[in-house]
């Protein structure tokens, strides 16, 4: 499996960069996880976009779906042009369900219930997907492919339970939102760098991948953070790509 960072900011994109999306390929097939702000120009660098062989959207709310739609025009123009045969497939929450009704477009969209307790599979790789702590329905994934295992954690508050999820993942996809020093006095759905590499270390996770980065703090202390907790931390940028 590679997992290839298209974006990591939130709630907005910083100079050059794009809201949370990344690009899974594996097994043949290549995987849009999630879909933000800036996403698609950077995903154009790597394929055209007309390729996707599947798209999954943790929750709806902007940050993480907001190139999704302009996706829609390029798969409409490639079934039109013949470059495309299907629909692009689509999991995502059905709630709120105004948004969930808008990722439909005409026949260019196959859309799929995302809820705690089914599955998706696509070749070998097999998704489960588990409930976060967050305002709005959001689902943290959980991807296999034989024994290699990856945790994307999505948008997720300090009451999420980690460790239902996996054991030992090979790589932890984690939201750092704050600086711990910046956390607010009541939970908001988030995490700081300090509680993400809390959440690693009670996975017995092997490695962390610190993401959805507010544009305005120094990556190098979000890193240090991270670190003083659980030493194998990273920080997400554009265009980071890991073998897994």
């Given at each position: 499996?590679?997992?290839?960072?298209?974006?990591?900011?939130?709630p907005?994109?910083?100079?050059?960069?794009a809201?949370?999306?990344?690009?899974?390929?594996?097994?043949?097939?290549?995987?849009?996880?999630?879909?933000?702000?800036?996403?698609?120009?950077?995903?154009?660098?790597?394929?055209?976009?007309?390729?996707?062989?599947?798209?999954?959207?943790?929750?709806?709310?902007?940050?993480?779906?907001?190139?999704?739609?302009?996706l829609?025009?390029?798969?409409?123009t490639?079934?039109?042009?013949?470059?495309?045969?299907?629909?692009?497939?689509?999991?995502?929450?059905?709630?709120?369900?105004?948004?969930?009704?808008?990722?439909?477009?005409?026949?260019?969209?196959?859309k799929?219930?995302?809820?705690?307790?089914?599955?998706?599979?696509?070749?070998?790789?097999?998704?489960?997907?588990?409930?976060?702590?967050?305002?709005?329905?959001?689902?943290?994934?959980?991807?296999?492919?034989?024994?290699?295992?990856?945790?994307?954690?999505?948008?997720?508050?300090?009451?999420?339970?980690?460790?239902?999820?996996?054991?030992?993942?090979?790589?932890?996809?984690?939201?750092?939102?704050?600086?711990?020093?910046?956390?607010?006095?009541?939970?908001?759905?988030h995490?700081?760098?300090?509680?993400?590499?809390?959440?690693?270390?009670?996975?017995?996770?092997?490695?962390?991948?610190?993401?959805h980065?507010?544009?305005?703090?120094?990556?190098?202390?979000?890193?240090?953070?991270?670190r003083?907790?659980?030493?194998?931390?990273?920080?997400?940028e554009?265009?980071?790509?890991?073998?897994?």
């Open positions: 499996m590679r997992w290839t960072v298209l974006g990591c900011h939130s907005f994109p910083g100079p050059g960069g809201t949370p999306g990344y690009l899974l390929e594996a097994d043949g097939k290549r995987i849009l996880i999630d879909c933000g702000s800036g996403v698609l120009a950077q995903l154009a660098k790597k394929m055209p976009l007309y390729d996707l062989d599947a798209v999954f959207l943790s929750h709806l709310h902007h940050d993480h779906i907001s190139d999704f739609f302009v829609q025009y390029a798969i409409m490639a079934i039109k042009q013949k470059k495309r045969a299907v629909p692009l497939p689509v999991w995502a929450p059905a709630e709120p369900a105004h948004w969930y009704s808008k990722l439909s477009y005409d026949r260019y969209i196959e799929h219930v995302m809820e705690e307790g089914t599955e998706a599979s696509l070749g070998n790789l097999k998704f489960s997907f588990y409930r976060t702590d967050h305002a709005i329905p959001c689902y943290a994934m959980k991807i296999k492919e034989d024994q290699r295992i990856l945790l994307y954690g999505a948008d997720s508050g300090p009451k999420t339970n980690w460790t239902r999820m996996a054991d030992s993942p090979d790589l932890f996809v984690c939201e750092a939102t704050y600086l711990h020093k910046d956390l607010p006095s009541q939970p908001t759905g995490l700081s760098a300090r509680q993400a590499a809390e959440a690693a270390l009670d996975l017995r996770a092997k490695k962390l991948l610190l993401t980065l507010y544009p305005d703090y120094d990556p190098k202390s979000i890193q240090q953070e991270a003083s907790v659980f030493a194998s931390s990273i920080v997400a554009t265009g980071l790509s890991i073998m897994i």
